[in-house]
């Protein structure tokens, strides 16, 4: 486990689609051992629409913020309402990712960082060490 108490994890022999958009990785974080959030990797413009469509379905019509141009929020998350998500795409890379976070354990995790709880250095949560796991 990462010092910070942050491990992400990659099952082997995951079903990589949502709707019609098909993904290239889903990573699973836990915080402390409990389950706290998702991301899903995916490439090409055709599966950014595709995600737009299954999230605009499941969260409703997702907003736009101007400082981070481009991107997509999510609220009214799937578990009573603590979940946000933000769903990006860069045309230039052809990449993208929808990352879906329980916001109370994620400032949970930046407060114990800026606090220098752990020893952890400030970090992006999804540079944590990521390991395949089983079934």
């Not at 299954?54 to 736009?64: E, F, K, L, Q």
């Amino acid at each position: 486990m990462d010092p910070s108490g942050v491990e992400c994890r990659r099952r082997v022999g995951e079903r990589l689609s949502v709707g019609k958009a098909r993904l290239d990785s889903i990573t699973y974080c836990f915080y402390k051992n409990r389950f706290f959030g998702v991301s899903l990797d995916f490439r090409w413009r055709s599966n950014y629409t595709a995600l737009v469509d299954a999230v605009t379905d499941i969260y409703g019509r997702p907003s736009t913020n101007s400082a981070h141009p481009g991107a997509l929020f999510l609220h009214k998350g799937f578990g009573g309402g603590s979940e946000d998500g933000i769903l990006t795409y860069d045309d230039i890379t052809s990449e993208g990712e929808l990352l879906l976070e329980d916001m109370p354990t994620f400032e949970k995790i930046k407060a114990a960082e800026k606090a220098g709880e752990a020893g952890a250095p400030k970090r992006d949560l999804l540079d944590a060490p990521t390991a395949s796991s089983r079934r």
